[in-house]
């Protein structure tokens, strides 16, 4: 039996439309996850939803408990994983409001507890992380934006940076040379801990911002608020596609 596991972002630290039936707080080896997983029904499927940032969106990035939040999905039998996550836009097919699902990711995080494998007592394991997104989950959820009016890029490479503060304009610019097209704060090691755990992991990103430097005024939290608000309707009304039409 496979469930679907969503892990919401920015702008989604509560779900509307999932009706919850229960509430799971996990103890895992590594901690308290940010929050008690939700789990309930979603466009008629069963699914579990954890808010990374908490319920109260109180934990920033750099501080979020990745590895207990992918831990205690896999117990309590999570099989595939999407991520919600909002970011800057930083090319051009990137603005604010745009949805996409990127293929690859770029690490410039620092200081994160970045495997689940690092106890000396135990064999050392490398994973292959080459492809960082699961192709089957990413096929779905293009598949459902295909089928909706939205807007939207396929691919992209994600550049995960350390927060909780935005970027400079200077650092925006070395992203781009280094080529990433969006940029985010939670990507890693998320993706990576799925992937240790051998758990299927896509993105649906939401663009909230042009990047610093990418347009001319100073980005403030009211611009990045307001497209969020709008735009994660449209996220949640993929993911309810997506949900709908899971194998279960």
């Known amino acids: 039996m496979r469930l679907l596991g969503i892990i ?53 990035p750099h501080r979020i408990n990745y590895r207990a939040n992918i831990h205690a999905l896999k117990v309590i039998g999570v099989t595939d994983i999407l991520a919600v996550a909002a970011v800057g836009g930083i090319t051009d097919k990137y603005a604010p409001g745009v949805l996409s699902v990127p293929d690859q990711i770029i690490d410039y995080t620092y200081g994160r507890e ?37 807007k939207w890029n396929d ?6 940076t350390q927060g909780p503060r935005l ?23 998320e993706a990576v801990l799925a992937r240790e755990l051998a758990l299927p992991y896509a993105m649906l990103s939401l663009v909230v911002n042009p990047a610093a430097g990418k347009s001319s005024h100073e980005i403030t939290m009211a611009e990045i608020e307001a497209v969020i608000h709008d735009g994660m309707a449209n996220v949640c009304r993929v993911l309810a596609d997506f949900a709908g039409s899971y194998t279960a």
């Not at 394991?125 to 909706?148: C, I, Q, T, Y």
């Not at 691919?155 to 995960?160: Q, R, V």
């Not at 040379?177 to 990507?187: K, S």
């Open 8 to 60: 919401g972002g920015s702008g989604l630290a509560q779900y509307p439309g999932l009706e919850i039936t229960e509430q799971k707080q996990v103890e895992t080896p590594y901690g308290e996850p940010s929050a008690a997983i939700k789990m309930g029904t979603l466009n008629g499927k069963k699914v579990a939803f954890l808010p990374r940032h908490g319920d109260r969106h109180s934990i920033p």
């Open 114 to 150: 970045m495997t689940l494998f690092d106890d000396p007592a135990e064999p050392l394991v490398h994973v292959d992380f080459s492809w960082p997104f699961d192709s089957a989950l990413r096929n779905g959820l293009k598949e459902k934006l295909a089928e909706s009016e939205l």
């Open 155 to 160: 691919g992209g490479c994600y550049a995960a």
């Open 167 to 189: 970027e400079t304009a200077a650092e925006i610019t070395r992203l781009e040379r280094d080529g990433c097209d969006i940029v985010g704060m939670t990507g890693m090691p």
